[in-house]
Nanobody
Framework: QVQLVESGGGLVQPGGSLRLSCAAS????????MGWYRQAPGKERELVAL???????NYADSVKGRFAISRDNAKNTVYLQMNSVKPEDTAVYYC????????WGKGTLVTVSS
């Protein structure tokens, strides 16, 4: 059974940093596209960042230059380093994996507030 489990969310001040992790289990994920989406209160879920099996990345314009996605295939883990966070980054962040179909984690809440 495939499972994606996020960790690392919490409260962070504007301008601060946070690192999210997503541990995948149930099979190997080295050929999957993996990434992060987020959903703010009252808004639709949106793409944050994706990374392919070859290491190619794609970012939402709103996070380019501030967030960095990476993966460790040996650990079946994908990371999101969040720097220079803003209040508008407040959202539930969901881990995502795709091979033949999409898989989702349950989400981790990130709150950016002073």
């Amino acid at each position: 059974q495939v499972q994606l489990v996020e960790s690392g969310g919490g409260l962070v001040q504007p301008g601060g940093s946070l690192r999210l992790s997503c541990a995948a289990s149930g099979r190997d994920f080295d050929t999957d596209v993996m990434g992060w989406y987020r959903q703010a209160p009252g808004k639709e879920r949106e793409l944050v960042a994706l990374v392919t099996s070859a290491g190619l990345t794609n970012y939402a314009d709103s996070v380019k230059g501030r967030f960095a996605i990476s993966r460790d295939n040996a650990k079946n883990t994908v990371y999101l380093q969040m720097n220079s966070v803003k209040p508008e980054d407040t959202a539930v962040y969901y881990c995502y994996a795709h091979r033949f179909r999409a898989y989702w984690g349950k989400g981790t809440l990130v709150t950016v507030s002073s």
